[in-house]
């Protein structure tokens, strides 16, 4: 396979050689071919003037001294000029010549037959500023063909390159995915076992082993995409907004008892849906709770949680009182592999964050000031009524 995609490449490259090849061949046969007729127009221009002179000497056979002169003359007047012949025309044969018809007193006079030496109508045909233009023309179409070629094989490159890798994250993805599926039945057990825990650390024991089953149902789904992406259909459920937030606050607060957590709604909907896959909601406002909780101070740290309601939009704002971002660092934030102030930052959980509420019609936007803290504000777009869950939607009717 490899030999033929060399092949392939070589075989695109000497197409477009071949193409400049001929191009230039055409354009140096046109340059010959209008140089013969230059050379012809300035024959007969020149012999036009001298006509009466050399038809005298022709016809009466006087002192040809003029005549020799003015036809020795005739080299000045185009360089090809490799002899004349007054006398006897038809005598004088060559591959590239001219007859010019001579009279005297509006009478036939005969004609003058003048060579043209090949050679030096080819070295006039290759210095032409038409065959020059020709060739520097040709010379910036080849190369931009080579370009575009070249453009179009480090595109197909990166192309396989980016296959290559997705199917070896999806394959990696499969493998956690089934590998977490023994110390997850394991904690399932001992969730179940377990009757001196009490309700509230079983409660969020079975929070964070839901958790883990559905980042490890995310990465199959993930991998299946890759390998067959039209043959993963995923249909869009609504998820409870408050639930899912507050129960993910209870396992913060437990983790990290030295930070204060404080949680205000302020919305006058009964019901906070959204069309975003739980997991990948867990996962945008959990990288972002980590996020606060890297650049929090050791003593009186505070995370703020502030759920809001729009026309059309849920606004979630998350503020720390954390060392800040510089402004002219927010920018890059967003895009991949940035990361600002961690060690072993990876540039993704922003990234990955903003990619996924930009493709359910959100946003994310950041605010930072050093020395005083961040603001995160996600924008979240209402689940429209048509999209209620088929159990939901039996349930009402």
Known sequence: MGNTKVSSQNGISGKWLTVFVLVSLAVAVLSFTFEVQRARSSVQQYVGIWEDDIARAKLFQGDPGLQNKILSQLKEV????????????????????????????????????????????????????????????????????????FMARLHEQKLESELALSREISEISRQVAHDIRGPLMALTTLSQLSHEMSSEKKELFDHAVSRIKGIAEDLLSRSRKSVSPESAVTVAKQQDLTALLESLLKEYRFSNPQV????????????????????????????????????????????????????????????????????????????????????????????????????????LQIRSRVGVGTQVILSIPKAPESALDPDLGAAHS
């Not at 185009?78 to 002899?83: G, P, Q, S």
């Not at 030096?120 to 910036?140: H, N, R, W, Y």
């Not at 975003?276 to 945008?284: E, F, I």
């Not at 971002?325 to 990876?346: A, D, F, M």
Request: hydrophobic letters at 40%; proline letters at 4%; one cysteine or more.
């Open 78 to 149: 185009h360089t090809a000029v490799v002899k004349s012949e007054v006398q006897k025309p038809e005598s004088l044969q060559c591959l590239f010549s001219t007859q010019v018809p001579i009279t005297l007193n509006s009478l036939p006079a005969g004609s003058i037959a003048v060579c043209f030496g090949t050679s030096e109508l080819a070295v006039k045909a290759v210095t032409s500023p038409l065959f020059m233009l020709g060739l520097v023309l040709g010379l910036v179409f080849l190369g931009w063909s080579y370009r575009r070629e």
């Open 260 to 363: 204060d957590f404080t949680w205000h709604k302020h919305i006058h909907s009964a019901s906070v849906k959204v069309l975003l896959d739980s997991v990948k909601l867990q996962r945008v406002v959990s990288n972002l709770l980590n996020n606060s909780l890297e650049a929090l101070p050791e003593k009186e740290a505070s995370i703020n949680m502030t759920l809001m309601e729009r026309q059309d939009h849920w606004l979630l704002q998350i503020m720390d009182n954390g060392c800040g971002i510089p402004e002219e660092v927010l920018p890059q934030l967003t895009q991949e592999g940035v990361s600002y102030g961690k060690e072993k930052g990876n540039g993704l959980g922003l990234y990955d964050a903003k990619k996924s509420l930009e493709a359910v019609g959100g946003d």
